[in-house]
């Protein structure tokens, strides 16, 4: 069985959570049979064409020019994936895709993870919001399988689209070896400082935040980590040039950041537009005590086990209130037995080898 995986930058993973589960997904079903392919950007680090047994494509992918870049990223990826004879392809997200569903080959088996509600994000208005809403559509007229990575996404797709989407999340695994040498590097001591780790896009709650930080009294530096080389990560550097926030900038060596992680004080999840996302998971098996945006998302796989704002206010308070973080300890053994439970990877790649079966 021949297995396409499209619409990352690739693998091994550079850029985010999409790129982790292509990492991980494609390399369990290739221990389960598979022969997998997965399409990487023509400027990702790793240029060789096989990684852990999974054949690497590159394509094309001109970043400078913007957005119009993934359009025509996925285009190419999708006509080669034409002449690849997959039995099938899963396309991971739909805003720069779907448009080119009519592309896809008519006798491969297509997948679409539908991700988050694209078209909610802050950082798209008028004519882009409802072009997003129309990708939407797309995605579902051109797909045979419909994947929701969280409940309610499923039910927003099940009630909006009159889909029987399948639930299937992604995977994280306790981290089980912490190291607090690992801190030095950072200057950085146990339990002394906050964390937040994101992309730079405003619905991931980077100023509520960061205003909650230095409202109130607290010492702790905020580290924020991910790529600011963005307008908006440019913006909040100059407006916050403040020796309490610490930009870090990427990091991708896993076991620092599952360091950094546990270390934390606090851990910061400010997404509010998407479904299950793979940092919070991260940030869940690493035992962080977690302060999370208050979404139907985050609360989906969070439930009680965190505390949640909406403002920043609710944020320098909690940080005003010590005392209150005592619960924690309880919530990060909820989390952990939640993860063993629901978000174990071999049964998530399994889910998606019987859907391509």
């Not at 598979?34 to 990487?40: A, H, I, L, Q």
């Not at 998971?281 to 989906?300: T, V, Y």
């Not at 053994?333 to 049964?347: F, I, P, T, V």
Request: net charge positive; with cysteine; proline share 3%.
């Amino acid at each position: 069985m021949k297995i396409g995986i499209l619409g990352t930058r690739g693998i091994p993973n550079h850029y985010g959570g999409f790129e982790q589960w292509a990492e991980q997904l494609s390399q369990g079903l290739v221990e389960r049979g598979c022969k997998v392919v997965v399409y990487n950007s023509h400027f990702h680090p790793y240029q060789k064409k096989e990684f852990n047994g999974v054949e690497i494509i590159h394509k094309w992918d001109p970043k400078s020019i913007g957005l119009t870049s993934q359009f025509i990223y996925d285009f190419l990826c999708i006509v080669d994936a034409r002449k690849q004879k997959f039995d099938a392809i899963i396309q991971l997200g739909y805003t720069t895709s779907s448009v080119w569903g009519w592309l896809l080959p008519k006798n491969t088996k297509v997948i679409y993870n539908m991700d988050g509600m694209e078209w909610k994000r802050e950082k798209y208005k008028g004519l882009l919001k409802s072009f997003l809403k129309y990708a939407e559509k797309l995605a579902i007229k051109h797909s045979d399988i419909v994947i929701a990575d969280s409940k309610p996404i499923k039910q927003y797709l099940d009630n909006k689209h009159k889909t029987n989407a399948e639930f299937i999340a992604y995977p994280a695994e306790a981290f089980q070896n912490p190291d607090e040498t690992v801190l030095e590097k950072y200057g950085l001591k146990k339990k002394n400082y906050l964390l937040l780790i994101a992309r730079f896009q405003p619905d991931n709650n980077f100023e509520t935040t960061i205003k909650g930080v230095l409202k109130s009294n607290t010492k702790w530096p905020l580290l924020i980590v991910g790529d600011s080389n963005n307008s908006y990560g440019k913006y909040l550097k100059k407006k916050y040039n403040d020796s309490q926030i610490v930009f870090l900038g990427e990091i991708y060596i896993k076991v620092e950041l599952d360091n950094l992680r546990h270390f934390s004080s606090l851990y910061f999840h400010g997404h509010s537009a998407g479904g299950t996302n793979p940092s919070l998971l991260e940030a869940m098996a690493a035992q962080c005590a977690i302060c999370a945006h208050n979404n139907e998302f985050n609360k989906s796989v969070l439930d009680r086990n965190a505390f949640y704002f909406s403002t920043e206010d609710d944020i320098s308070d909690l940080l005003d209130n010590p005392i209150s973080m005592k619960e924690n300890k309880v919530w990060v053994s909820d989390n952990l037995n939640k993860l063993r439970k629901d978000y174990n990877l071999n049964d998530l790649v399994d889910k998606y080898y019987k859907l391509v079966k």
